[in-house]
């Protein structure tokens, strides 16, 4: 019997700060204080429109290409707050 290992992804809590339809990115301030954190249009769930002030819940993950930190799993919490 081998040692299993679980995942546990934390959800973060934050509020859309920008967000620009056009060029498909935008920018999340964390509930919880710290730096804005960028996220792209490939983070957001199916069908999801983001707009300014809207709050989310997502996860930290990796950028593949560039190494840096950045949102993914988008979901829309509630409306403008």
Not at 8 to 30: A, R
Not at 33 to 36: M, N
């Given at each position: 019997m081998g040692v299993r290992w679980v995942s546990?992804?934390?959800?973060?809590?934050?509020?859309?700060?920008?967000?620009?339809?056009?060029?498909?990115?935008?920018?999340?301030?964390?509930s919880d204080?710290?730096?804005?954190v960028f996220f792209g249009r490939h983070s957001l769930a199916t069908d999801v429109k983001i707009g300014l002030n809207d709050v989310v819940m997502y996860e930290m993950g990796t950028d593949r290409k560039t190494g840096k930190l950045q949102a993914r799993n988008l979901e829309l919490v509630d409306g403008p707050a």
């Open positions: 546990v992804v934390m959800k973060q809590q934050g509020t859309v700060k920008f967000y620009n339809d056009n060029k498909g990115y935008g920018f999340i301030i964390p204080g710290g730096d804005d």
